[in-house]
């Protein structure tokens, strides 16, 4: 470490003196700025300079007001209480202790400034949105200081009126005499407590940015406020204040700040008994209790609703009296907005989406003409299966209240996307931004980056950059700030996009399918890069992103020059970095593979090759002794997965061993990409070499470490199989893959069917045996036994009616034809050629000549294929020679094993019963043991 430099002794380092002279006209400089600042700032006024003291006044807390007013016996005698009162918190506690002696003359003078009380109310709310609460409650402390001084003043002079021999006056502060000139201060004092002043320092505490410290402070304010006497027993001068309405708001704005439901359902309860006569419940009342449920430790969504479902009840009854005339007479959509507030925080996102839905609904009947409506509105759950949670618009009691619901804004949309966010429904989440866009509501910062984060994680591109849009255009209109954003602190409003949304929007386009969104990702990137402001630059993650993209699309070159340019602009690459760089070399060498394998013949194996080999490269240089970054088991599986595409299973299993070596732990990823380096070699060996790995590497470790194959490794195991014409073993690991409860999907199902459909027929084995168990393995894609979501697709049905024709079964060809097309797949006409030429083939001329009619119903024209014109026309050549018609009473069989079926029973494959099988000649135990 080295050691900090100290100027003037001599533990500096070595040359720190040259360091030092060298800067010596820097610091000068700067030493010279500070003294104009100071010069500067000295013709401020007496009222910036009183301002300026009070940053070390003290803290207001329960004990601190009374204080003010009470005598040093009383002040002992509380401080003694405030030593034993066990149920303070720490914190409280602390700051109780550091509380000063007030000092009157100090009080005094701070109001001396002002003329009104006006005056001294607009800066005591100043100092509050500004987070300056100690300064604001000094103010206000202040008046109560001077009133019971102006207290004392009054009796002495009354007291001098009444004798004849007058006495100067002196005041006193705790028996101590105070200064002379406080006396006209005093009497020339045109300020005095009120009910405003009271309101905006209990605003203040609200505002504070430690507000479960001034919570009580609050309440010791208005407790002491409208009590008419003192805390000594002597009446006030000004005596007691009368709170109203905006007193309770500020109160409860403390208790929804702290989340205190306890005090803000006390308040709510004591203000609907009529215990404040005088004061009418309004709609920010009932919303800030919301709020204070909504920021409750334990959240309660059922009451956050009670007390909604009661507000807009009882702010509809006194809507229809006289006194309330105003927009607050209606539950308004802030209360609305806390509500589905509190379900996002509780993730209840269904519940969120319903109550929008109902606000949706209901306030369209009762808008204006010309307001955006949503024209088709699909809510998110049945309206059959919806217990609606405005219960009081379907209460027959209060049908003949005049109930307004207000309509949804952009907060109540992106309060329901943050709910949808939390939850992690994305579909839904877009639904609702779509949604909100046609009704009419723009949708703010929070809520486009929270349609970006669902298009980012769903890798829809292209809505990505439209949200990206709307987002660009945010700070085209002049949006007022609102008073809680002018609280010090207030997170306030996005703009213009920031780099989140930037990250996001390529993030999605890493994303898209295929990454054929690739260059607008690096786009975006140069955005970021061109960006004028400093909160747009990119940084890493952004760099990742764009890099990422590369990979899916196998730019490999692309994301190497990324990472140059990152080092250009000093971004250190990460281990994530580089781990994307080496997948986009795997993914780049996997489309050179399947381009070659598609005969294109001017890809040599080497250009597969290459950047495999630039992956490898990239990995050395990682495992450098000089490296900083190392590479971990997530940039060994990209390594692994470069040399199975690259066609190198040595190198795969080589990097096994290393890994293993730099201490770590193989994944169900690793073990899955070796066994694609097997699948794309065709070793079967290899592949139950895998298996025996994975086997070892679990024995001696818990169960919850194990690691189970999957159906990744089963399904590349089986295509290895399939590509080394070992079919039987294809069919036993799709035995041994459900019977360890897993799912295979259709894909696999179909790669069982080809490897039999396409396997050599064993001189030991029947011939009949591989095309039956196909259809075997068919049959339980068709039937209830399928696992989720498997159902056979047009590549299974043109794999067995190919098979079927090659072996003479045309009967179960054309049986496949007609379930195709009621699964609703029109087979290609190449089936119809292929089922007719095994008619013929089997000597049954008269069903290849009722197949080709047909074809008519599927829009095919037999004549227009050669084959089956020669074949139809052979067809009626045999039936002039036996002198017999073309009728649907053929009673001819076709010749081939296993299968013998009359015309009229063509539908081999119906599912008649109910278990999904037929009585026909197949494998029963084979079957019963796939049945899933």
Known sequence: MVPRIRIGRRTAQAGSRAHLHKNKHAILFQLAACLLAVVCLLPCTTCAFQQCKLASSPIITKHSLQRRIKSPAAAAATSVETTQNPTRTPRIQKTTTQIQQPSPEHDIELLSIYKSNKRLENNIVRLGRMGRTEQALQLYQAIWTLDSLKDQYRRIVQKNNKSDTKTPIQLTWNNEPLSPHLSNLISASKLRPTTRLMNSAIDACARATRPQIHQQTAFDIYHHAISPTNPNGSKKWAGALSPNVFTFGALLACCARNGDTVSSLKLLHELEEDKFPDIVLNGVIYSTVISAV??????????????????TVALAGRGEGSKSNNHNAVMGVVGYNAAISTMARAMEWKMASQLLDEMIIHSHSSTKPGLHSIVNWETSVPEEEMEPLLHVLHDERYKDLNIVVPKPDEVTFGTVLAACERSGEWEELLRIAKAAIEYGVKLDGMALTSSLHACQQLGLAGEALDYLELMKQLGDEDTPITRGRQRMGAKQKLQRPDAVAYRLA???????????????????????????????APDVVAYTAAIAGCSEAGEYTSAMQLIQTMRQEGIQPNVVTFSAVINACASASANLARKREEEDRSIAMEDVRLPMTRALKLLEAMKAPTSTIKPNIVTYNAAIRACAEGLNLAGAFDLLRQLKEDGLKPTIVTYGSLMTACERMGDVDAASKVFRMVKEGNEGNDDDDDIRPNEIIYGAAISCCRKARQPERALLLLRKMISDELSPNTATFNTVVAALAEGKPDSKIDNNVLWEKALAVFKVMKSKHAPPGVAPNRQTYNILVRCLAANLQPGYAESLLNAMRKDGFIPDVDLYTLTVRSYERCGNPMKALRLMESMREVGYHFYEVKMLDDAFKNGVKILNQVGRGFTSQDTSTVRGPFFSADDDDMDYFGDD???GYDDDDYDYQLLNSLKY
């Not at 909504?294 to 507000?311: T, Y």
């Not at 399918?513 to 955005?527: A, F, I, M, S, T």
């Open 294 to 311: 909504e920021r409750a430790d334990v959240l309660d969504v059922d009451l956050a609703l009670e007390v909604l479902n009661n507000a």
């Open 506 to 536: 390529i993030s999605a386009c890493a994303r898209a399918p295929g990454g054929h969104r690739w260059q607008d990702g690096v786009r975006l990137l140069n955005e970021m890069r061109s960006s004028k402001y400093d909160d747009c």
């Open 913 to 915: 019963e109910d278990d």
